[in-house]
Nanobody
Framework: QVQLVESGGGLVQAGGSFGLSCAAS????????MAWYRQAPGKQRELVAN???????NYADSAKGRFTISRDNAKTTVFLQMNSLKPEDTAVYYC?????????????WGRGTQVTVSS
């Protein structure tokens, strides 16, 4: 099993910044990608940003220019720096890890951390 422990989050005013981190541990073999998703009340979970193990990153349009995803040198911790936050960024943010073991892709999720942006 793989455990994902998220930290960060809380309440911030619009225009402020927040940093989230997610540390992976357990049976880690071959991480394909680590990512951040979010889910606002009444909405579906959506991708915010991902960091592929080869080094490339991808962002949702809503995150481009404001959020930055990165990973540590060991590649088992993923960070999300969020700047210029807007009330519409309010959501539960989830860490996600995908890894391939024996040709099969496994998907793991953190428990989520609440980010609330007040106007």
């Amino acid at each position: 099993q793989v455990q994902l422990v998220e930290s960060g989050g809380g309440l911030v005013q619009a225009g402020g910044s927040f940093g989230l981190s997610c540390a992976a541990s357990g049976n880690i073999f071959n991480i394909n990608v680590m990512a951040w998703y979010r889910q606002a009340p009444g909405k579906q979970r959506e991708l915010v940003a991902n960091h592929v193990s080869g080094g490339s990153t991808n962002y949702a349009d809503s995150a481009k220019g404001r959020f930055t995803i990165s990973r540590d040198n060991a590649k088992t911790t993923v960070f999300l720096q969020m700047n210029s936050l807007k009330p519409e960024d309010t959501a539960v943010y989830y860490c996600n890890l995908k890894q391939t073991v024996s040709g099969r892709v496994y998907d793991y999720w953190g428990r989520g951390t609440q980010v609330t942006v007040s106007s």
